[in-house]
């Protein structure tokens, strides 16, 4: 009985260390000061394609951008977005919009997120009454 217990207790704290604590999107809203100060870039855009690498583990998404909030970013811009904690999401549905918040990387208009969803999509923005404005 007790081994069973202990089993039930380990398994319970396994999960919950694997599961993200709050939804990164809302994280984003309530944290916009300090993801705007760790990004180089930070846009709202148009998503217009995107594809996932199981190998690598990572999201390849292009954007049209539409408004620029820092990073002075403009066209078309691709996102390496690692989906390597459970704080990972994916962008979907292309043409849906999104505010991302992403760093640079050594390659011209190629920006990328590090393992925690620093975007927010339109849907939530307005279901939260945000703009990074």
């Known amino acids: 009985m007790v081994k069973l217990v202990l089993t039930s207790l380990l398994l319970a704290f396994s999960l ?11 994280r984003v809203t309530m944290e916009h000061e300090r993801f705007l100060e760790e990004s180089n870039i930070v846009f709202f855009g148009s998503l217009d394609s995107e594809e996932i690498d199981e190998e690598a583990m990572e999201q390849v998404a292009t954007f049209t951008v539409i408004k620029s ?8 811009v691709t996102i390496i977005n690692k989906l390597s904690s459970s704080c990972s999401r994916t962008f979907q549905a292309p ?3 999104f505010y991302v918040y992403a760093k640079a990387t050594e390659q011209r208009a190629i920006y990328q997120i590090s393992g925690f ?12 009454e945000w703009s990074p404005e």
């Open 69 to 76: 909030y820092k990073g002075n970013v403009s066209g078309k």
């Open 16 to 26: 919950a260390s694997e599961s993200c604590p709050i939804s990164p999107f809302k």
């Open 95 to 97: 043409k849906s919009a």
């Open 117 to 128: 969803a620093s975007f927010v999509p339109l849907s939530n923005a307005q279901e939260y």
